[in-house]
């Protein structure tokens, strides 16, 4: 079965940049999707179609593709970024819905 | 502004079957799909299908093929999603979220699911 592959954890200084990647054999086929997922909540869309951002998302958050891998980079991390994130995407054919195994990141 | 609200938490015992609702609100419920997802407790996202609120058509994760069935009642603009045979690694929390073709823009809040003996 097709999968997304995260790192499991990112640690990051307050202010500096994080990048969270998300590889995949599809993902130069298929989009990107990324959500955050802070504890005890529901998960929130932040970047849709591999760089999109939806109303309401800060423009410190962003999206990039590149061959195989997407990255999501929040740039300025700021302490209520610490959650975990997740990719989503589709397998080849776009039947089956894949999500990757998040990634937490940590605020130091 | 767009919400779903889900039904409350369930306790069910082995071999049976959980039904949890997800009620929309403030767009057209037939534009748009529901997907649900469910998370094991300290475990990441898992894709349970899609439903077209449009026309009923369903999409379902071949592990959950034969055990899950999606539904739509336009009428109310709910949705549902029934797990049967349920087993321990049922346990989790399920969320139905808006579908858009090919992701969730709008999530509801979960319903926990309790499978014990």
């Known amino acids: 079965s097709y999968e997304l592959t995260q790192p499991p954890s990112v640690s990051v200084s307050p202010g500096q940049t994080a990048r969270i990647t998300c590889s995949g054999d599809a993902l130069p086929k298929q989009y990107a999707y990324w959500y955050q997922q802070k504890p005890g909540q529901a998960p929130v869309l932040v970047i849709y179609?591999?760089?999109e951002r939806p109303s309401g998302i800060p423009e410190r958050f962003s999206g990039s593709s590149s061959g195989t891998t997407v990255t999501l980079t929040i740039s300025g991390v700021q302490a209520e970024d610490e959650a975990d994130y997740y990719c989503?995407?589709?397998?080849?054919?776009?039947?089956?819905?894949?999500f990757g195994g998040g990634t937490k990141l940590t605020v130091l | 502004q767009v919400q779903l609200v889900q039904s409350g938490a369930e306790v069910k015992k082995p071999g049976a079957s959980v039904k949890v609702s997800c009620k929309a609100s403030?767009?057209?419920?037939?534009?748009?799909?529901i997907s649900w997802v469910r998370q094991a407790p300290g475990q990441g996202l898992e894709w349970m299908g899609w439903i077209s609120a449009y026309n009923g058509n369903t999409n379902y994760a071949q592990k959950l093929q034969g055990r899950v069935t999606m539904t739509t009642d336009t009428s109310t603009s709910t949705a549902y999603m029934e797990l049967r045979s349920l087993r321990s690694d049922d346990t989790a929390v399920y969320y139905c979220?808006?579908?858009?073709?090919?992701?969730?823009?709008?999530w509801g809040k979960g319903t926990t699911v309790t499978v014990s003996s």
């Open positions: 979220a808006r579908w858009i073709q090919d992701y969730m823009d709008v």
């Open positions: 989503q995407s589709a397998d080849s054919s776009g039947t089956w819905v894949v």
């Open positions: 179609k591999d760089s």
């Open positions: 403030g767009y057209t419920f037939t534009s748009y799909g």
